[in-house]
């Protein structure tokens, strides 16, 4: 058996266990642990778990999986604790540059707080009743009422699995508050919950909102269930660019385990 340390970070209530693999001694296609990590009774309890590697180009490499312990695609908030966790070990100051599943990154960092620079979405599935994109990872949105009260596991788990079948796709439910606020609250494949924040799900949100003409605004503030994360962006033609996801990245515990 060996010792692994292991950072515990949280960006609006979604946490996340990070450990710095950049030596490649932990066993990252072992699903089992990564999952019984991630169990919040046997485990250390997170939404997902996060790798820092080396990468040759950029700063660093991100490498995501889901609470079920499966590589999943990326992740915005645990991209921005990533960066908090970065800038921890000393790998940047202000500005960095990572590579992740869907491609390069960048994001700033000053005082808790992170910017991070998200792909491009040019394709956009507009239905009567719902918005589908992938933001890097896909999402189903949907407007609905007294989101406050509106029962996210079971629909969310509905259509996580009715409509988009064994690979899925995170669902998000938003309420408009005035002319650029939406409350979200997202059921998240691979947790199969509720989350407290999903950042590639406000994103998403963000994007739908102002492609459906629920608002002009290129700056939208997004409360969730554990805080306010904030999307701006700019839009050419249905293409939207310069997509940046603002939020807190909060230092939460260290330790180690054996494995």
Known sequence: MSTVNFYKYQGTGNDFIIIDNRAKTFPKTNANLISNLCHRNFGIGADGLILLENNEIT?????????????????????????????????????????AIDGLHHANYKDNMVSLHMIDVTTIQAEENFVFMNTGSPHHIEMVNDLDTYDVYTNGKRIRN????????????????????????TYERGVEDETLACGTGVTAVAIAMHKTKKTKHTHIVLPVRGGELAVSFTCENGSYQNIYLTGSATYVFKGNILI
């Open 59 to 99: 700063d660093f490499t991100m490498v995501y999986f889901n609470a079920d312990g499966n590589e999943s695609t990326m992740c915005g908030n645990g991209g921005r604790c990533i960066v908090a966790f970065a800038h921890q070990l000393g790998i940047f100051k202000n500005e960095t540059t990572f590579t």
């Open 162 to 185: 009715n409509t988009y079948g064994k690979t899925g796709a995170n669902v998000n439910f938003t309420e408009q508050v005035n002319s650029n606020t939406f409350k979200v609250r």
